[in-house]
């Protein structure tokens, strides 16, 4: 049932990898495939309707919006080779729909930047799994090219970062790419400029929080998924209140206080280089 709504919580969910072996450090980042299974048959058996980004975009930025009743957003990032083996089946079968973020530099290869992580070989998507799911109906989108920090960058290697995956991503796919993620979460808002002058009609942060029907859609807040996420968890999530103004204008503040703090020690490590850069 379709249902008219003024203001409207809406859960994002974010998943990277779906898999059971990895790296300690990069744990939080990988989902279970059996746990992963039972958080789409907890959504399924609890009336939630899986619609991808763009979807969501479009039913927000029409005068008279219908949204499901009880909407959710499935985001996977990066690209992993375990979303073709691990995920797509799954949402198949769930007869769902997702959004998956790709980072083009890396496709047919493995996670070379998440060395540090001790999983820089993990291997990533090929361009004929790619074109295999996109025939399926699941939503790709950009996720940049080599999967930098996007906000540390001069603009114009930004801007390249941003536009050469889409460009790669529409050759490949024969189709529009309309929504982009921000690696990490990172952005700003000359980035968020260049996200949209490339021709995004949206684009998802991170933020560890609930969007709604109010929140920018080049600034998409989602709920991190991870091995920690039991079903208790994703329940506990998706049953969250609004929070109240004073402890969202918390949030905020603290983000961008980090970001500033980052930011300034990039460019101290720039200058240091002989690459000065105002932070």
Not at 5 to 21: F, G, R, V
Not at 86 to 105: E, F, H, K, M, R
Not at 179 to 194: D, Q, T, V
Not at 231 to 260: C, E, I, N, S
Request: net charge positive; proline share 6%.
């Amino acid at each position: 049932m379709l249902v008219k709504q003024e203001k409207k919580q809406i859960p994002i969910l974010m998943y990277h990898s779906i898999a059971q072996s990895t790296n300690p450090k990069f744990k939080q980042f990988a989902v279970p495939p059996a746990l992963f299974a039972e958080h789409m048959t907890y959504l399924r058996e609890h009336s939630y309707t899986p619609i991808n980004v763009t979807q969501l975009v479009r039913m927000l930025s029409q005068e008279r919006f219908a949204l499901p009743e009880r909407p959710v957003v499935l985001t996977f990032d990066d690209g992993f080779a375990d979303f073709y083996t691990n995920a797509l089946p799954v949402l198949q079968q769930c007869g769902s729909t997702a959004t998956l973020y790709i980072a083009t530099g890396f496709i047919g290869s493995t996670s070379r930047w998440l060395a540090r992580e001790g999983e820089a070989t993990r291997p990533m998507l090929t361009w004929t799994q790619v074109n295999e799911i996109g025939a399926c109906g699941i939503e790709c989108g950009g996720h940049t090219h080599w999967h930098p920090q996007l906000d540390t960058l001069p603009l114009a290697e930004a801007r390249d970062e941003i536009v050469r995956c889409k460009a790669l991503l529409e050759d490949h796919l024969g189709q529009k790419v309309s929504s982009f993620a921000y690696p990490h979460g990172y952005h700003s808002a000359a980035i968020k400029r260049l996200v949209r002058e490339a021709g995004y009609t949206s684009a998802c942060a991170v933020g560890y929080a609930m969007s709604s029907t109010t929140t920018d859609p080049f600034a998409l807040a989602r709920l991190r998924m991870g091995a920690d996420t039991s079903l208790d968890a994703l329940a506990a999530l998706l049953a969250q209140p609004v929070p109240p103004t004073g402890t969202m204008m918390y949030k905020r503040f603290r983000t961008l206080g980090w970001r500033l703090v980052r930011r300034c020690s990039v460019s101290v490590t720039r200058q240091l280089r002989g690459r000065p850069e105002g932070c």
